[in-house]
């Protein structure tokens, strides 16, 4: 049986992807370095789908990206050195080294985050952060607040929690259609 559902003005689908969606990775606790006129970004994530789906987003946005196996469970997934990743890592590098202290994105970086280190449990969404600094955790917070998804902080966890059946809704429209690597039960949908 086929769903069909309305398209989200504010949804991943509202606007074409673009490199800096990776910021998404970013918040997620990946790092980005600048060498000579290019940028690269690599996360470690904690499962090979999310590997997979990270590399298949990439390209989306036309980036070349690799993962690697390692010799724990993680894996780590590294974009090649790129221009398109510049002005990302300038935002995100730039005060001697410390995540930006005002931050907006829209669906397509929540997607990223949701797919690098979202997880789902009994009664809840949670979404954490790789970065524990005060100042920043309130950015994502309020930018999180300014698409209209009420989260959270888990302080402890470093980590926002969506709570609700209407907030888990507005969640999965905004994120779209899991990936297809995903295993059923770790989406919002």
């Given at each position: 049986m086929s769903v069909i559902r309305q398209l989200s003005?504010?949804?991943?689908?509202?606007?074409?992807?673009?490199?800096?969606?990776?910021?998404?990775?970013?918040?997620a606790g990946?790092?980005?370095?600048?060498?000579?006129?290019?940028?690269?970004?690599s996360i470690m994530v904690g499962h090979p789908w999310r590997a997979t789906a990270i590399v298949s987003e990439c390209a989306?946005?036309?980036?070349?990206?690799?993962?690697?196996?390692?010799?724990?469970?993680a894996v780590g997934v590294r974009t090649s050195f790129t221009p398109a990743l510049l002005d990302l890592a300038r935002s995100w590098v730039g005060d001697g080294g410390r995540p930006p202290?005002?931050?907006?994105?829209?669906?397509?970086?929540?997607?990223?985050?949701?797919?690098?280190?979202g997880y789902r449990d009994e009664t809840s969404y949670e979404l954490p952060i790789g970065v524990s600094d005060e100042p920043?955790?309130?950015?994502v917070g309020a930018a999180l607040a300014g698409l209209g998804v009420a989260a959270q902080l888990v302080?402890?966890?470093h980590s926002f929690r969506i709570v609700g059946k209407r907030r888990?809704?507005?969640l999965a429209e905004m994120l779209g259609d899991a990936p297809r690597q995903a295993p059923p039960g770790t989406w919002p949908s």
């Open positions: 003005l504010f949804g991943v689908e509202a606007s074409p992807p673009e490199p800096g969606d990776l910021a998404g990775l970013m918040i990946g790092a980005i370095v600048e060498h000579d006129g290019a940028a690269q970004l989306r946005r036309s980036i070349s990206a690799t993962s690697l196996a390692t010799e724990t469970t202290r005002e931050i907006r994105f829209d669906a397509r970086v929540l997607r990223l985050w949701a797919i690098a280190v920043f955790r309130d950015a302080s402890r966890r888990l809704d507005r």
